[in-house]
């Protein structure tokens, strides 16, 4: 009785039992000897039952993570098909809104016509593929897309600051592909590129931007298209054997972003040009936030509704990580109104194809946490006069090369032969003999 007492409180008090390991050490064997158990496997008990919720909260998460992987192969963030299911369906109505004709060899029932089993990035209903309603709701044509078009022009912009070079051979990832290849056939870099192959999980992207390329929407440049499997993540790119790797706004739907980097680097001939443009972890902050409010107050717990992005800190270390050298990374934030408020937000995001496809995420949330939302947003982010609400896209640019003898390296650490110190002298010397450090030459000029 009295060694059970004993273990008990020791079971309550665990710091003390790692200050006194000799008595924890008795215990152990008594424990042991009790239950029939060798020492070793008996102490293992014993310290398993002093942290016994925390030990039964991992195995709990460990069990989830292994089912995950074993249904998908691997810790997946996004559901890869689902993703290409919204792109579907976002190029179906693309394709309607520009009038855009299938080519004989497109099929005759286009995936973009199937219903993607996810939800979109906001709680509200989701419209049928071929609707009306997204075209009422947002009536901007997908090839005029603001955001897409500006993001894309500022991303091929760079490519104008890069002076004796050419990139012949250029491969676009993803995401707003139909705006790369406008932006370039205007470009004065663009006059240089001879092939361009166009990479998507969507099957009906990829036949929307081979249906424009034929009907001689760039006809200066010679295009293609390849489809890559949503599910695995593998590029369909040779080795050495690309100038320049583009990806507008289409890097974050990827769960091995350092592995598809890394997978750009080597489709890179030595010092090719890899250019990114992805969501950065602001873009939509004030959905997050209201979707969160809304379910806390309806449900009383909270889904994710938005897709998590990756934060401006990791940018350089991504390209570092993908073996890219000179990496650099800037950012721009862009807050859009919309008249229509929350509606015509969510029409916009789902006429992108950036609906929600976070692999474990609540399929349907409700139109009484849907009106919540709407109310909540209009309250925290509209403005009274117009009754527009405001949304903000965070975009990271991001620019690597394939790493090449050529490029400039940083000097060996230890190496230089002057100190900053002396630096800061020979300038405040340099401006007390010019007068502009303390102002006497001012005073006599004046």
């Given at each position: 009785?009295?060694?059970q007492?004993?273990?008990?409180w020791?079971?309550?008090?665990?710091?003390?039992?790692?200050g006194?390991?000799?008595?924890?050490?008795a215990?152990?064997?008594?424990?042991?000897?009790?239950?029939?158990?060798?020492?070793?496997?008996?102490?293992?008990?014993?310290?398993r039952?002093?942290?016994?919720?925390?030990?039964?909260?991992?195995?709990?998460?460990a069990?989830?993570a292994?089912?995950?992987?074993?249904?998908?192969?691997?810790?997946?963030?996004f559901?890869?098909?689902?993703?290409?299911?919204?792109?579907?369906?976002?190029?179906?109505?693309a394709?309607?809104?520009?009038?855009?004709?299938?080519?004989?060899?497109?099929?005759?029932?286009?995936?973009?016509?199937?219903?993607?089993?996810?939800?979109?990035?906001?709680?509200?209903?989701?419209p049928?593929s071929?609707?009306?309603e997204?075209?009422?709701?947002?009536?901007?044509?997908?090839?005029?897309?603001?955001?897409?078009?500006?993001v894309?022009?500022?991303?091929?912009?760079?490519?104008?600051?890069?002076?004796?070079r050419?990139?012949?051979?250029?491969?676009?990832?993803g995401?707003?592909?139909?705006?790369?290849?406008?932006?370039?056939?205007?470009?004065?870099?663009?006059?240089?590129?001879?092939?361009?192959?166009?990479?998507?999980?969507?099957?009906?992207?990829?036949?929307l931007?081979?249906?424009?390329?034929a009907?001689?929407?760039?006809?200066?440049?010679?295009?293609?298209?390849?489809?890559?499997?949503?599910?695995?993540?593998?590029?369909?790119?040779?080795?050495?054997?690309?100038?320049?790797?583009?990806?507008?706004?289409?890097?974050?739907?990827?769960?091995?972003?350092?592995?598809?980097?890394?997978?750009c680097?080597?489709?890179?001939?030595?010092?090719?040009?890899?250019?990114?443009?992805?969501?950065?972890?602001?873009?939509?902050?004030?959905?997050?936030?209201?979707?969160?409010?809304?379910?806390?107050?309806?449900?009383?717990?909270?889904?994710?509704?938005?897709?998590?992005?990756?934060?401006?800190?990791?940018?350089?270390?991504?390209?570092?990580?993908?073996?890219?050298?000179?990496?650099?990374?800037?950012?721009?934030?862009v807050?859009?109104?919309?008249?229509?408020?929350?509606?015509?937000?969510?029409?916009h995001?789902r006429?992108?194809?950036?609906?929600?496809?976070?692999?474990?995420?609540?399929?349907?949330?409700?139109?009484?946490?849907?009106?919540?939302?709407?109310?909540?947003y209009?309250?925290?982010?509209g403005?009274?006069?117009?009754?527009?609400?405001?949304?903000?896209?965070?975009?990271?640019?991001?620019?690597g090369?394939?790493?090449?003898?050529?490029?400039?390296?940083?000097?060996?650490?230890?190496?230089a032969?002057?100190?900053f110190?002396?630096?800061?002298?020979?300038?405040?010397?340099?401006?007390?003999?010019?007068?502009?450090?303390?102002?006497?030459?001012?005073?006599?000029?004046?």
């Amino acid at each position: 009785m009295f060694q059970q007492a004993v273990v008990a409180w020791v079971r309550r008090h665990p710091s003390w039992v790692h200050g006194h390991s000799a008595v924890f050490g008795a215990l152990q064997r008594q424990q042991s000897n009790d239950q029939g158990i060798q020492g070793s496997r008996g102490g293992w008990h014993l310290r398993r039952s002093l942290h016994s919720e925390t030990d039964a909260a991992r195995e709990q998460a460990a069990a989830m993570a292994r089912e995950m992987k074993a249904q998908r192969g691997g810790m997946n963030v996004f559901d890869g098909p689902a993703k290409a299911a919204h792109r579907d369906r976002a190029a179906h109505w693309a394709r309607t809104a520009m009038g855009v004709l299938p080519s004989p060899s497109s099929p005759s029932s286009p995936p973009s016509q199937q219903q993607p089993a996810s939800s979109s990035q906001s709680t509200g209903s989701q419209p049928q593929s071929g609707s009306t309603e997204t075209g009422q709701l947002y009536s901007k044509p997908y090839r005029e897309d603001p955001l897409l078009a500006m993001v894309a022009d500022r991303l091929v912009d760079r490519l104008d600051d890069i002076s004796g070079r050419t990139f012949k051979r250029v491969a676009v990832i993803g995401g707003a592909a139909i705006h790369v290849l406008d932006c370039l056939a205007k470009s004065r870099a663009g006059g240089s590129v001879q092939a361009v192959t166009v990479v998507d999980t969507s099957p009906g992207m990829a036949a929307l931007v081979q249906d424009m390329a034929a009907s001689g929407a760039w006809p200066k440049l010679s295009v293609t298209t390849a489809l890559m499997d949503p599910g695995k993540e593998i590029l369909p790119l040779e080795p050495n054997s690309l100038d320049l790797v583009v990806s507008c706004l289409g890097l974050h739907w990827f769960n091995d972003l350092p592995g598809v980097l890394a997978q750009c680097r080597l489709a890179l001939v030595p010092d090719g040009l890899m250019l990114g443009a992805l969501f950065g972890g602001d873009t939509l902050q004030e959905l997050r936030i209201v979707c969160a409010v809304a379910a806390m107050e309806r449900r009383g717990g909270v889904s994710p509704v938005v897709s998590p992005f990756a934060q401006v800190r990791d940018g350089g270390n991504l390209l570092t990580r993908a073996g890219l050298s000179l990496p650099t990374v800037d950012v721009d934030e862009v807050v859009a109104r919309y008249a229509g408020g929350p509606p015509e937000l969510v029409a916009h995001l789902r006429s992108l194809g950036e609906g929600n496809a976070v692999a474990v995420r609540q399929r349907h949330a409700g139109r009484d946490v849907a009106l919540a939302a709407d109310a909540t947003y209009r309250a925290m982010f509209g403005d009274s006069e117009d009754g527009s609400v405001g949304a903000t896209f965070q975009v990271m640019y991001l620019t690597g090369w394939c790493p090449h003898a050529s490029q400039q390296k940083p000097a060996k650490r230890g190496s230089a032969t002057v100190s900053f110190q002396d630096l800061a002298d020979g300038l405040v010397a340099a401006g007390s003999g010019q007068g502009g450090a303390t102002g006497e030459g001012g005073d006599e000029d004046g």
